[in-house]
């Protein structure tokens, strides 16, 4: 075969590898945008709230939940780095005694309380997390009071009050969905509304770079929604 007939048969087989690689390279990157929406957002999660405790004494009550969170919070949309928590709320009628001494097993952890000024609670972060089958005490203003591990009798944990949120409210995420990650972050809480602790719920939010928020209060034993919010 003449010398130019070779290099134009090699030419037209490197035009057909090239024409066929570019296909496989837009159908991968189709593939990635059509699975990103969830993984973006999973990556831009900025708090979760996963272990909840409670104990309840003569003179005080006492919560305990732990997880990760931004070391410096800014509810900005911009994911920073996170940090381990573990946050002690006590609530009493008493506000004079501030120190006590918190029991993860056999570690001891010495601290003094803050007050909320929101709600008069007394609060501490011993920063660390702890796991849900843990011995959990607590020594405070001469009382000390065992808890116990509420949330490992749930049926929806953080995780899927994540996935939760996220097919609710799928198409609007969308919109914040960009080439370059997901423009916003997310925050997983557990709240209660009464005293009681009896109904506790997974308040998820997220809060856009624009100033957006969508927000869901999800039941912790259904998985319900019980309230849906966004501006």
């Known amino acids: 075969m003449p010398y130019i007939c070779v290099?134009?048969?090699?030419?037209?087989?490197?035009?057909?590898?090239?024409?066929i690689l570019c296909a496989f390279l837009c159908v991968l990157s189709l593939s990635g945008c059509g699975m990103s929406v969830?993984?973006?957002?999973?990556?831009?999660?900025?708090?979760?709230?996963?272990?909840f405790f409670i104990g309840i004494g003569e003179n005080f009550s006492v919560t305990f939940t732990d997880g990760e969170r931004e070391k410096d919070f800014i509810a900005d949309g911009v994911k920073s780095p996170l940090v381990d928590f573990g946050v002690i709320v006590v609530?009493?009628?008493?506000?004079?005694?501030?120190?006590f001494v918190f029991y993860i097993g056999d570690e001891k952890i010495e601290g003094e309380f803050e007050?909320?000024?929101?709600d008069n609670s007394l609060v501490a972060d011993i920063c660390k997390k702890v796991s849900k089958d843990d011995n959990l005490t607590i020594e405070y203003n001469g009382e000390k009071v065992v808890l116990a591990c509420l949330s490992k009798e749930w049926k929806v944990d953080y995780n899927k009050a994540f996935d939760i949120f996220v097919q609710k409210n799928k198409e609007k995420l969308k919109i914040y969905n960009t080439n370059n990650g997901f423009e916003g972050?997310?925050?997983?809480?557990?709240?209660?509304?009464?005293?009681?602790m009896s109904d506790i719920y997974y308040?998820?939010?997220?809060?856009?770079?624009?100033?957006?928020?969508?927000?869901?209060?999800?039941?912790?034993?259904s998985g319900e929604i019980l309230h849906s919010a966004s501006k």
Do not use: H, W
């Open 38 to 51: 969830e993984e973006n957002i999973s990556q831009n999660v900025s708090e979760y709230r996963q272990n």
């Open 203 to 221: 308040y998820v939010l997220c809060v856009t770079r624009n100033g957006d928020v969508i927000a869901n209060l999800i039941d912790v034993k």
């Open 7 to 19: 290099m134009e048969y090699l030419n037209k087989i490197i035009k057909i590898y090239t024409i």
């Open 185 to 196: 972050e997310i925050y997983i809480k557990i709240v209660s509304d009464k005293k009681d």
């Open 115 to 118: 007050v909320n000024p929101f």
């Open 91 to 99: 609530k009493t009628n008493d506000l004079s005694q501030k120190k």
